[in-house]
Each structure stands twice: as C-alpha cells, then as structure tokens.
C-alpha cells in the first residue's frame, strides 16, 4: 500500500489485483496509470466498470494539510463542547476532588490550550462516547498517554495517572 503525501492511499499492482478479484472497489486506490489505462481497455470487452482516478489536490500537501487541521467530523454538540466543564464534572462524578486532581487537570488543560489541541480533546470525547455505544472495547492505556488525566477522564485509558504519580508532561513532550 502506498500513501501519498496528502493521505491518499493507493495499491501497488499485486495488491490491486487481489481487491479486485476479491470482488472490492479499487477505483480510489491504483496509483499506476499504466495498470489503470490496461484495466480500461479491458472493462469495455469484459463489461466491467472503468477505474476512475481521483484528481490530487491543486495545493502543496502542507497547505493541504494546515487547511484540513481544523475540519474534524462529528457533530455540532461536540464541536461546541466546553471541554474543562465537561472534564470538571468528570472529576466530580469520579469523587476525584483533591486539590492535586485539580490543579494537575488545569495545567494539563492550559498546555492543550496552548498547543491549539482542544479540538482534538472533542474529537476524542466523541469517539470515546462513539465507541461505549458501539460497544468497542476501548481503555488499554499504551505508552506515555497513561500519564494524561484528561485522556483518563475521557477514557482514552482506564489508568489513573494520579494515583500512580505520572506526570502528563511525559505524554505533552
């Protein structure tokens, strides 16, 4: 499989013949145009759809990219969340209402802020919420983002890294 620098993904040849005979839409994925040209004088004899090549996009994929970071898919009532609200009341409804639970959500909330991430804590309130009633098993905490009590409290992971002294700036750094 071949991913372009804009994301799109492709298949190389061996890859595009087993979707193909596995009965699959590939006209998204063929990067080769000679393949793409053979398959097409083929479709006609055969009755077969043509694969239609989707255009590149017309910017750079940095431009491309920066353009797309805003534009996350979910509803209106996440978009509009206030996440330290929503996270308040999680830490309320845990009984977790120590000042170190406190403070430790407000720095780790301030550094979100700061790195322009807050979309991306909403984007995760609504897959985590997407998953529980889709009943997909979420909560493995990996790596340093067992460290992040606003991951924990949106349950990214079930490990309370307060409890176990983590400091979020390992998962921040």
């Not at 940095?62 to 996350?72: P, V």
């Not at 409804?93 to 403070?103: F, H, M, R, W």
Request: charged share 25%; proline share 2%; glycine share 4%.
């Amino acid at each position: 499989m071949i991913v372009n620098e804009y994301g799109q993904v492709f298949f190389d040849t061996y890859e595009t013949i087993e979707q193909l005979y596995g009965g699959n839409d590939i006209s998204n994925f063929v990067d080769n145009q000679q393949e793409i040209d053979k398959h097409n004088e083929f479709a006609k004899h055969f009755e077969i759809d043509d694969i239609i090549v989707p255009a590149k996009p017309i910017k750079n994929a940095i431009d491309f990219h920066n353009e797309q970071a805003d534009a996350w898919h979910m509803p209106d009532s996440y978009q509009t969340l206030d996440v330290e609200q929503f996270l308040a009341q999680r830490l309320q409804s845990l009984g977790l209402t120590s000042e170190k639970y406190i403070d430790t959500l407000s720095a780790e909330l301030k550094e979100f802020n700061d790195r322009k991430m807050t979309k991306l804590i909403k984007f995760l309130i609504y897959l985590m919420d997407t998953c529980k009633q889709n009943n997909i098993v979420t909560g493995v905490g990996r790596g340093s983002s067992v460290a992040s009590l606003v991951l924990y409290l949106i349950g990214v992971h079930y490990i309370d890294p307060i409890k176990y002294n983590l400091n979020y700036k390992e998962f921040l750094r």
